[in-house]
């Protein structure tokens, strides 16, 4: 019989200027996760039985895009949340952890993050690997949710959300293959110069993509998409923004429409970088001129997508 794989233990904390309880809220709520840690890409909640709840994380580890199923027990009186992984990736063989909040004050407190894990075989690259993935994501998420809490009113007012929707009378299968098939994107998308596209982990794709706007300029972006063939939906994060936005996630959704046809739909929640606005929009303007400014040209870009994609699958319905 094997030995029982060694375990490594970690600890990380940081203060926070804000209430426990606010902090408490933000980690007890995945869905807000991708807004405010930056390796998480998306987030659900596939079940909940009172204070127990499974989710499912897609997040980037060591710059590499993974997914993992956990089970949360959640105890908000002692501002608890204990986790294990239900179903880990390659190098991680297990992991459990803990967010322990520790009131300072009426508006203070200390976040600490524990994890306990061990790595396939034991072997120390796949232990360096790990080890190296719970320290950056571990600074990265409690210095992100310290910024998110301490100016949780201020992140508010910088977020926008909007969506464009587009009616195309094709199956959700076909509109969903063009979305899908982002490396066809230089040839299908005339705003698109440059795209590559690698999926090791199907469903699981990385994007890179220079994007042409109306005024000329070309703007580089890096992405990750999570592509869930049996909805027909394809939510993303980009990883390298524009100078203009701290935060870009994405949601492309496919529905079918009772009269027939689909209707395809891009949503995006930006959350604007304030001390860029009036060096990339000039003096004086505002956060709301850069919303409207993003809304437009994430807007435009995204509505000319859903029409090519329209054109491109009623021919194929026709034919």
Not at 29 to 36: G, I
Not at 43 to 62: H, K, M, V, Y
Not at 239 to 266: K, Y
Request: aromatic fraction near 6%; proline fraction near 5%.
């Amino acid at each position: 019989m094997a030995a029982p794989l060694r375990i490594y233990e970690t600890e990380h904390k940081i203060d926070v200027a804000a209430p426990a309880s606010a902090v408490y809220a933000l980690l007890a709520d995945v869905t807000r996760w991708p807004v405010c840690f930056g390796p998480t890409v998306h987030a659900r909640q596939l079940e909940r039985d009172g204070t127990t709840e499974r989710i499912r994380l897609w997040a980037t580890a060591n710059d590499e895009p993974k997914t993992w199923t956990s089970r949360r027990d959640l105890d908000e009186d002692g501002l608890r949340i204990d986790f294990r992984q239900e179903v880990s990736q390659h190098p991680v063989a297990s992991m459990t952890g803990a967010w322990n909040i520790q009131p300072g004050g009426p508006d203070s407190c200390t976040v600490v993050l524990e994890h306990a894990f061990s790595a396939v075989r034991d072997l120390p690259e796949n232990v360096e690997w790990v080890s190296k993935a719970v320290d950056r994501n571990s600074e990265h998420e409690l210095e992100n949710l310290r910024g998110i809490a301490e100016g949780l009113a201020e992140t508010e007012e910088l977020t926008t959300v909007f969506a464009d929707s587009v009616d195309i009378d094709a199956d959700a299968a076909a509109v969903y293959e063009f979305l899908y098939r982002s490396d066809l994107w230089p040839e299908r998308l005339p705003h698109v110069q440059r795209l590559d596209l690698t999926e090791e982990t199907p469903g699981l794709q990385v994007m890179e993509m220079d994007t042409k706007t109306a005024t000329g300029a070309v703007h580089t972006t890096k992405s990750v998409r999570v592509c869930f063939d049996d909805e027909h939906a394809i939510a993303y994060k980009q990883q390298v923004l524009p100078a203009l936005m701290t935060v870009h996630n994405g949601l492309w959704t496919i529905v079918p429409q009772p009269g027939g046809g689909v209707r395809a739909t891009s949503e995006h929640t930006v959350v604007i970088k304030r001390d860029a606005v009036e060096k990339i929009l000039g003096e004086g303007k505002t956060v709301e001129d850069a919303k409207a400014f993003v809304r437009n040209a994430l807007g435009t870009n995204s509505t000319a997508t859903l029409n090519l994609a329209k054109a491109w699958a009623e021919e194929r319905a026709d034919g």
